[in-house]
């Protein structure tokens, strides 16, 4: 079962930072925290993960709190192509759960 | 770009035949994965493999199953198909802890 907890909707204005809590407590030291998107039912694209360090690439932030038990994905300037459902993953096997499906409104 | 491919894109089947849903990918990746997702719904995982001869069973009890014979293919076979296997059935992969990459799905209807 999926180990993650994240908030079912967001709204976030366009141009702004869209901010995605997700909660993973019971993650292992040694699984990964990913971070995927799917638009209406194409394949979930990857966006980012990281072990323990904070990380960013050309599409998002991921701050991953000291303890490990909680994340955040950030989109720096959220466009209408970036309204999704996100999922985070907190484990080796891959679990999908319910994700934070995020509305960008103009 | 991924390589990752599933066979068919789409497929309208009578009740109780055999399929078998085909995914190949050509980067080597030890992990594959199978999951189901119904329209609107969660994606649930229903099958992974960590290398060759190796398979296990996801969160989601599923009437399917699995081989990974070769690192490259991780069919996914239903001996009998019913109306509530209609779905869409998505394959990924991926290489150690690096992130998994998804192919195009395959939509599943039974009729």
């Known amino acids: 079962d999926a180990k993650t907890t994240q908030p079912p909707s967001m709204d976030c204005a366009e141009g702004r930072a869209a901010n995605l809590p997700c909660n993973h407590s019971?993650?292992?030291?040694?699984?990964?925290v990913y971070w995927y998107r799917q638009i209406h039912s194409q394949g979930p694209q990857y966006i980012i993960h990281?072990?323990?360090n904070n990380e960013t690439n050309e599409m998002a932030s991921l701050i991953i709190t000291e303890d490990r038990k909680s994340s955040t994905l950030i989109l720096p300037h959220a466009t209408l192509r970036d309204t999704a459902v996100y999922y985070c993953?907190?484990?080796?096997?891959?679990?999908f759960g319910t994700g934070t499906s995020l509305t960008v409104i103009p | 770009e991924a390589d990752i491919y599933q066979t068919p894109r789409y497929l309208v089947i009578g009740t109780g035949k055999k399929i078998t849903l085909e995914c190949s990918q050509t980067?080597?990746?030890?992990?594959m994965y199978w999951y189901q997702q119904d329209p609107g719904m969660e994606l649930h995982l229903i099958h992974y493999?960590?290398?060759?001869?190796?398979?296990e069973k996801g969160d989601l009890s599923s009437e399917s199953t699995v081989s990974r014979i070769r690192t490259e293919h991780f069919p996914l076979t239903l001996e009998s198909a019913r109306p509530s296997h209609t779905s869409q059935y998505l394959c990924?992969?991926?290489?150690?802890?690096?992130?998994?990459?998804f192919g195009q799905g395959t939509r599943l209807t039974v009729v």
């Open positions: 493999s960590y290398g060759v001869n190796s398979t």
């Open positions: 990924a992969s991926g290489l150690g802890n690096t992130e998994a990459f």
């Open positions: 993953i907190a484990d080796n096997q891959f679990y």
């Open positions: 980067m080597g990746h030890d992990k």
């Open positions: 019971t993650i292992s030291g040694n699984e990964y």
């Open positions: 990281g072990l323990k």
